[in-house]
C-alpha cells in the first residue's frame, strides 16, 4: 500500500475539513469544543502496564456502511455479590474476622485516615444482614454492597458510525499544563498518540482478578493529551496525566467495582490533580460516595459520564452526585445521543458521537458514548482553573454553565443541562484563538 506524503496527506485532510464544514481558516476556540461528534469505546483485549508513556498514522476515512442491528456487548459473569467497607484506622478487622468475614482485599485510604476492605459474603448469611452485621461492628465506619461500574461506550455500528468528523486539535500554549487524573481500564502507553505525552499509569491492586483491556483506556487518554502530530490529537496536549488503572475483566466483560474505583480516587487526591475524568457509570454506593467528597472537599473537580441507560433509565453514579458534574452526548447536529441517559442531574453536554480517537493498538476508531462527552468538560474545566486561580472550583464551574450554548428548551433542561460546553473565553471582550494544527 502506498504512504502518501505529508504534503499530500495535508491536502486530502484539508478537502475533507471542507466537506464537513471545517475549512482551511477553522479557528481553535479555547478549548474547540464546536461541530465535532463522538463514538462510544469497545472493549479490548492485552493487559495494562504501570508505566509512565510516549502520532498515529493516517487512517482512511471510513466508508458508511449499511445500518444493522448493534453488536450486542458482553454480559458480565454472574458471581456472589461481595461488601466493601471502610474501617477507620486503629480498629482492628478482628471483629469481623471472628464473625466469619472473609476479607478479599485491603487498601489504606489516606483521604479517610483508615481502609477499604472488600469482604466475600458468608455463608448462610443474605447481603443485607452481612452489611447490618458489619455496620453494628465498626460503627464508625461504612458499608455498601460492593457494587460494580462499567464504561459509557457501545461499539460503533452501522449509521451511528457513518461518520465524516475529523478532529485537527492545536492544543494549549506551553504555558497551561494541568495537571488532570483519570480512573478507567488500561492504557497503552506505547501507542502512538501518546508517546512523548507526560503521561503516568498506575494500576489499583486487583488481587487475583486479570487486568482489563487497554481499549476504553487509551481512547479517552489520546482524546485528553494525545499528540497534535497524528490523526488523533489531543484536547490538551501538554497536560500532565495520571491515569489510574481500576477495571478487571469479569468472563468476556470488563468492570470496576466500588472498592477499586475508591481506592483510584484516593490516589488521584494524593497525586494533587486539578480534575478527574470518570468515563464510566454505576449504581450509588455510600463508601465510593465518602471518597468523592473528600476529593471534592480537597478542591479536586470530578467530571463523569451521564450513563448510557437511554431516556428513562436510573441516575447514574458518580455523575448524578451534587459534587460531580454529568456530561452528556450529542451529535454534530446538537441533537442528544440516542443512548444518553436524561434526568436532573444532567449538568452539560459535549460531543459524543462518532468521535475519532484511539484504537488500542495503534491508528483510531470512531467511537460514541457519554464516556467520550466527558474529556471535552474535564479539558475545558481543567483550563478554567488555571486561568481563574482566584476561583473556587464551585465557581469556575459555574462559568462553564453561564457560557454553555442553550440547546433545547431555553434554560437549564434533564436532556442538555446547561448546554453545550463551549470556551468560556466566547463570554470574554477579548476571546483568544489558536490556529488548528496542520491547517
Sequence with gaps: MRIKPTAEMNTTR????????????????????????????????????????????????????????????????????????????NQSLEPALSAGFTPLAQSDVAALSGQLVRF????GRTLAQAIAELEALFPAGMTDENHFYRTDDLTCDGDDC???????????????????????TGVNID??????????????????????????????AAMLIGSVEGRVPGLLPDA??????????????????????????????GEDVNVVNLSFSGPANAVLKRVVDAAAARGIGLVAAAGNGGPGAEPAYPA????????????????????ANQGPYVA?????????TAASVSGGRLRSGTSYAAPFVTAALAVERIRLPEKNVREVTAVLFACAKDLGEAGYDPVFGHGLITSP?????????FSVSGE
Design 14 to 89: 484539508r478537502q475533507l475539513l471542507r466537506k464537513i464544514g471545517l475549512g482551511a481558516g477553522l479557528a481553535y476556540v479555547a478549548p474547540a469544543l464546536t461541530g465535532l461528534s463522538v463514538a462510544q469505546a469497545s472493549t479490548g483485549s492485552g493487559r495494562s502496564r504501570p508505566s509512565i508513556s510516549r502520532p498515529s498514522r493516517p487512517r482512511p476515512t471510513p466508508r458508511q456502511q449499511p445500518a444493522r442491528a448493534p453488536a450486542p456487548q458482553a454480559q458480565p459473569v454472574r458471581l456472589p455479590p461481595e461488601i466493601v467497607s471502610f474501617i477507620p484506622a
Design 120 to 123: 466475600a459474603l458468608p455463608q
Design 162 to 184: 457513518a461518520a465524516h468528523a475529523m478532529i485537527g486539535w492545536a492544543g494549549w500554549p506551553s504555558a497551561l499544563r494541568p495537571r488532570i487524573g483519570m480512573i478507567d
Design 191 to 220: 501507542h502512538p498518540a501518546l508517546q512523548g505525552r507526560r503521561l503516568q499509569v498506575q494500576q489499583i491492586d486487583l488481587g487475583n482478578r486479570d487486568a482489563a483491556g487497554r481499549v476504553h483506556g487509551t481512547a479517552i
Design 240 to 269: 500532565e496525566l495520571i491515569a489510574v488503572e481500576a477495571f478487571h475483566a469479569r468472563g468476556a466483560a470488563e468492570q470496576a467495582d466500588a472498592f477499586s474505583v475508591a481506592s483510584a480516587l484516593d490516589v488521584l487526591i
Design 320 to 339: 448524578a452526585w451534587p459534587e460531580v458534574i454529568a456530561v452528556t452526548a450529542v451529535d454534530s447536529g446538537e441533537r442528544v445521543y440516542r443512548q
Design 348 to 356: 452539560l453536554a459535549a460531543p459524543g458521537v462518532n468521535i475519532w
Design 425 to 433: 473565553e466566547e463570554c470574554d471582550d477579548e476571546t483568544q484563538f
